[in-house]
């Protein structure tokens, strides 16, 4: 509640973006943030779209990332997977190497926000908002997962390796100058002996904020002894803690019963919870009980990764454009775009999200797309971006230009509605209809992904969009009809 005698945060004017800087190189992008002192810099935008717009403050600069020659690779050593700094967590989810090698990351990245979301947030981006609830933070500290931190000395790129461990300073606040960027994230491979896990508890089954999470890996001997352990909690203090209780609990003996008892016992003893809107302290202590528990049996019975998905859809994975439309834009500057085939324009793309540059600057008037809570969470302005589904309202608009965008208008081709606009209407799927935009670009772009979705794959792949008038099971319905008839 807003304190009296001032406005609520939705009420105060929001943190302008004035320009948008889009380099084409890591160099580049640095050189961007001397330029511009104050620059922010964006890939995702998952986060810091929402704090822009819940904040008050002079105009900023936001460098893109998007751009970047090699931002999405993944490089493999022997010892390592080496993460760039625009690596997506849909790409943790879909790669085979990270649910062998590196589970505990694997796990994290799929409980996190949605396929929407999952499509844009970034790794580096969940290390750099450094919310304690933030789920793959656990896992890189579990894993011992170093961040390779860059920044212009001279003309020259100096780089410095931090340990996850050592990456956080306070309560969002981490050790990363102003001048430096995340460039990389290095995740050493889960090695013989060794077996990991993560673990969440959330108030709900999709887009919930960890009440208390876990990363952790043990080393075992031939003979099933503990020779060491790696934990790391959050959602439990101000920052993602490391903790020493668990190896100390652990080494030295077998994973049975009794010794997992003493050790989720001792982790839970030692903590001091915090008390938030999600969970009093009290809750948290006994939750992570029962969470350590839970993992270190599946860890005993080596069924870490028993709980994975078959095939978890993506909705289409976020492909990176080859060069920027444009260097640099702001609100005067008019971005071109093709929304549903047809060539787009217009102007204010600096100062506006992705959804509200459709609906109101674009010569292609979008109506269909909805605004239903401006955040991320309810998925009612589901749009594919080159091929991937994602949040609109969470997509600054300049990050489009040069884009194929296609909105619930374009799912219809030839004069004929497409198959799963069909089904909705023969099943029953349309109530209130403010959600179902969403619903349908989601659950089309699952159905191009997986053509004979399961009930699982279904569930998953509509997990980011909400129906407020509670009538998921006609939906759901409509994706079956559509495929049975696409077949």
Not at 59 to 68: F, G, N, R, S
Not at 165 to 171: I, P, S
Not at 175 to 191: A, Q
Not at 433 to 458: H, K, N, R, Y
Request: charged fraction near 20%; aromatic fraction near 4%.
């Amino acid at each position: 509640m807003a304190v009296p005698g001032e406005l609520h945060e939705v009420q105060r004017p929001s943190t302008r973006v004035e320009r948008i800087v889009r380099p084409e190189s890591w160099s580049a992008a640095l050189q961007a943030l001397r330029d511009h002192p104050g620059a922010r810099p964006v890939s995702g935008g998952t986060d810091l779209v929402l704090e822009l717009a819940r904040s008050s403050g002079p105009p900023v600069t936001l460098v893109d990332l998007t751009a970047i020659t090699g931002a999405y690779d993944i490089a493999e050593t022997d010892d390592e997977l080496v993460l760039a700094g625009g690596v997506t967590h849909n790409q943790i989810v879909a790669d085979a190497r990270f649910r062998t090698d590196a589970l505990p990351l694997a796990q994290a990245c799929l409980e996190i926000g949605s396929p929407q979301l999952r499509n844009r947030a970034t790794i580096a981006g969940n290390l750099a908002t450094a919310s304690p609830a933030n789920d793959s933070i656990t896992a890189l500290m579990a894993l011992g997962a170093g961040v390779v931190l860059s920044r212009l000395v001279g003309d020259t790129v100096m780089d410095r390796e931090v340990a996850v461990d050592e990456f956080f300073n306070g309560f969002r606040s981490t050790v990363c100058e102003p001048d430096e960027l995340i460039t990389s994230i290095r995740v050493p491979k889960l090695r013989l002996g060794q077996r990991g896990i993560w673990v969440k508890l959330g108030l709900r089954r999709a887009q919930a904020i960890s009440v208390v999470h876990a990363g952790m890996v043990v080393d075992l001997d031939r003979d099933g002894v503990v020779t060491g352990a790696r934990l790391a909690l959050g959602s439990v203090a101000a920052t993602v803690v490391p903790s020493s209780t668990l190896e100390e609990a652990l080494i030295g003996g077998p994973l049975d019963n009794a010794r997992i008892a003493a050790a989720a016992q001792a982790v839970a003893g030692a903590i001091e919870p915090i008390d938030d809107i999600r969970a009093t302290a009290d809750y948290r202590v006994a939750a992570t009980e029962t969470v350590i528990t839970r993992a270190l049996h599946a860890l005993a019975g080596d069924r870490a990764g028993s709980q994975w998905p078959q095939g978890p859809p993506g909705l289409g994975l976020r492909t990176p454009p080859t060069v920027p439309a444009q260097s640099e834009i702001d609100d005067a500057a008019t971005i071109s775009v093709t929304v549903n085939g047809r060539s787009a324009t217009g102007v204010g793309a600096a100062g506006s999200t992705l959804l509200d540059w459709l609906r109101d600057h674009s010569s292609e008037v979008c109506s269909g797309v909805k605004e239903g809570c401006a955040e991320g969470e309810c998925g009612a302005c589901t749009v594919q971006l080159d091929g991937a589904a994602v949040m609109s309202c969470l997509v600054p608009a300049a990050q489009a230009d040069g884009a194929e965008i296609v909105t619930v208008e374009g799912l219809a081709a030839g004069g004929r509605l497409h198959p799963l606009q069909d089904a909705f209407i023969t099943d029953f799927a349309v109530q209130c209809g403010f959600c179902i935009p969403g619903f349908l670009v989601a659950g089309a772009s699952l159905l191009d992904e997986c053509p004979a979705p399961t009930d699982a794959q279904i569930s998953l792949g509509l997990s980011g969009n909400l129906c407020r008038c509670t009538g998921y099971y006609p939906i759901a319905q409509a994706v079956r009809t559509a495929s049975e008839s696409g077949r």
